[in-house]
T-cell receptor, first 114, second 111 residues
Framework: KAGVTQTPRYLIKTRGQQVTLSCSPISGHRSVSWYQQTPGQGLQFLFEYFSETQRNKGNFPGRFSGRQFSNSRSEMNVSTLELGDSALYLC?????????????FGEGSWLTVV | DAKTTQPPSMDCAEGRAANLPCNHSTISGNEYVYWYRQIHSQGPQYIIHGLKNNETNEMASLIITEDRKSSTLILPHATLRDTAVYYCIVRVSTNDYKLSFGAGTTVTVRA
């Protein structure tokens, strides 16, 4: 069974540009969430999607957005990139919502903003 | 959120058992303890989770104290590939949609 797949794995963008990251959850998983990891802030929750609806959002500016499609695949977008957006972006999925449902992570997308 | 406390780092000899402690004194009755690890530059890897009873899988064992205020993750035979940051996380029912990562324990397995 394939794990959580994220593309691209590495990318470099220029300040002011926008970027779209893609995530395919584990087959059958309906909940998809995104996290940002930086050396200074650690792993921080961005948002969670379930049944194509954003259910929760972390403390990030509106430049960070996402969506989920009917097949549970998800994308996140960051507009007007800033140097501080350089980070590892992680997608995670779980079968359903709730504390008893294990969350599995992908390998992440490394974004460098120059 | 139920907070967790872990030692910042620990060393372990290859082939020996690694015992990773975690304190979660404010845990509530229906909140799970999860363990993940993150090897450098990779996404966090799920290890094991438990509610009340001790749990074992092919990767590790989880021992939860009777009062549920602390737990220990046991890697039975540590290898060099177990070198990673290990995170103990309590999933609280009030924000069950996310994982709240702390600083974790950096485990270094030495030959």
């Amino acid at each position: 069974k394939a794990g959580v797949t994220q593309t691209p794995r590495y990318l470099i963008k220029t300040r002011g540009q926008q970027v779209t990251l893609s995530c395919s959850p584990i087959s059958g998983h309906r909940s998809v969430s995104w996290y940002q990891q930086t050396p200074g802030q650690g792993l921080q929750f961005l948002f969670e999607y379930f049944s194509e609806t954003q259910r929760n959002k972390g403390n990030f500016p509106g430049r960070f957005s996402g969506r989920q499609f009917s097949n549970s695949r998800s994308e996140m977008n960051v507009s007007t990139l800033e140097l501080g957006d350089s980070a590892l972006y992680l997608c995670a999925s779980s079968l359903e919502r709730g504390t008893g449902n294990t969350i599995y992570f992908g390998e992440g997308s490394w974004l460098t903003v120059v | 959120d139920a907070k967790t406390t872990q030692p910042p780092s620990m060393d372990c000899a290859e082939g020996r058992a690694a015992n990773l402690p975690c304190n979660h004194s404010t845990i509530s009755g229906n909140e799970y303890v999860y363990w993940y690890r993150q090897i450098h530059s990779q996404g966090p890897q799920y290890i094991i989770h438990g509610l009340k009873n001790n749990e074992t899988n092919e990767m590790a064992s989880l021992i939860i104290t009777e009062d549920r205020k602390s737990s220990t993750l046991i890697l039975p035979h540590a290898t060099l590939r177990d070198t990673a940051v290990y995170y103990c996380i309590v999933r609280v029912s009030t924000n069950d949609y996310k994982l709240s990562f702390g600083a974790g324990t950096t485990v270094t397995v030495r030959a």
